[in-house]
């Protein structure tokens, strides 16, 4: 009897929603730093560069949801002054067939002490960031309402500017992925405590939005797959997450963690955490962080459900990177 083999490869035309995917590749979020928030054309240089190079779909770097909040990023994505520069950089990625996903943040106390004086800044519960040492107030439940808000008014801005959905990002330490945490998340009323609790802030960042873009927008949600620290989330709550997202119908979830004092030496460290997600939930999954040998890669993608790779870092020093792999593999 004839076997039939039918290896997925990283070059597939596939589908997320009805998104089409040029290939599997992701390039995973990179914040673009920029004096006022505006979109140079500089900016947009390297996202057209990035779309050149034949990557299949671009996760901007965060944008900010709440334009109060200082930190430096590409755009605080409320402010309609800049919306040309996003038509613009959503334009030149489009010219090359690629999509282009707006990441939305609320960052809370990751924020650095010099960027937080005279603004407020909230948290699931008041405990210093262990990074920043920032100390935020705990925000109330009208607090998170409105900042569940803001998330759907930076959707809404995202489709006018023409991207192709929007990426939550709850990940990395910064608010949403706060309430996960319990460290972070002391709280006893409905946001704290279970991991049911722990994971509303979330989900109704996600309902609000999608309530705002309507079913067929695209929304991603960026999340810990582990934080890396004592009384952090534990894999169970990441996957108690990632059931409920996927019953609230998200389109992607792109799995993360603690990535930056993982040694550059290692490989698709999440890769474990994200077959789990993907064998648990009928959603697209793509695994982000050390994504660096194609070999592991179609490997992963053939005896999981991984379906996508999200790669950062190695996009800085070559846009091209996938059109190189292209020609690799023709030869
Ligand atoms: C300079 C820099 C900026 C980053 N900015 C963001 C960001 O805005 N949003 C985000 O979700 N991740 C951000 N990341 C993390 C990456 O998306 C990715 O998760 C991480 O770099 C691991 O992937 P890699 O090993 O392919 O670089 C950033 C990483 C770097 C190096």
């Known amino acids: 009897m004839e ?11 596939t589908k997320i929603g009805n998104m089409p995917m040029k290939n599997r590749f992701v390039r995973a979020a990179v914040a673009d730093k920029t004096i006022d928030g505006s979109i140079s054309s500089d900016v947009v240089d390297l996202y057209r560069a990035l779309a050149r190079g034949g990557v299949g779909t671009v996760v901007t770097g965060y944008t900010l949801v709440d334009g109060s909040e200082k930190i430096l ?16 950089l959503v334009d030149a990625v ?3 067939g690629v999509n282009v996903i707006l990441q939305l943040v609320y960052v809370g106390s990751y924020t650095a002490p010099k960027d937080v004086s005279g603004v407020v800044t909230l948290a699931p519960s008041a405990v210093a960031n262990l990074i920043t040492r920032t100390l935020a107030r705990e925000a109330g439940v009208d607090e998170l309402r409105a900042i569940q808000q803001k998330f759907a008014q930076a959707a809404l801005f995202a489709i006018e500017a023409g991207y192709d959905g ?16 319990p460290y972070y998340n002391r709280r006893t009323d409905l946001y704290g405590g279970s991991v049911e609790n722990r994971s509303r802030m979330t989900l109704e960042t996600y309902d609000a939005v999608r309530g705002a873009v309507g079913k067929d927008f695209p929304i991603w949600v960026k999340i810990n797959s582990t934080d890396g620290i004592d009384e952090g989330l534990t894999p169970e709550d990441c996957l108690h997450l990632c059931k409920k997202l996927t019953e609230h119908g ?4 792109e799995v993360s963690g603690k990535w930056f004092t993982m040694p550059v030496e290692a490989h698709a460290y999440f890769a ?11 959603v697209a999954v793509i695994l982000t962080g ?11 993608l053939n005896d999981s459900e991984i379906g996508y790779f999200g790669i950062a870092r190695p996009f800085m020093n070559e846009p091209n990177l ?8 023709k030869t």
């Open 322 to 329: 996938i059109d190189r792999f292209r020609k690799e593999m």
């Open 3 to 13: 076997m039939e083999c039918t290896m997925k490869t990283l070059l597939d035309v």
């Open 94 to 96: 489009h010219e090359h």
């Open 166 to 181: 929007v990426e939550i990002h709850a990940a990395h330490g910064f608010l949403l992925s706060q309430f996960m945490t």
């Open 73 to 88: 990023s590409i755009v605080a994505s409320y402010k309609e002054e800049f919306l040309d520069g996003h038509r613009r």
């Open 272 to 282: 474990d955490a994200a077959k789990r997600v993907a064998k648990e939930n009928q």
């Open 250 to 253: 998200v389109d992607a979830i």
């Open 290 to 300: 050390g994504n660096r040998d194609f070999k592991e890669m179609t490997r992963l």
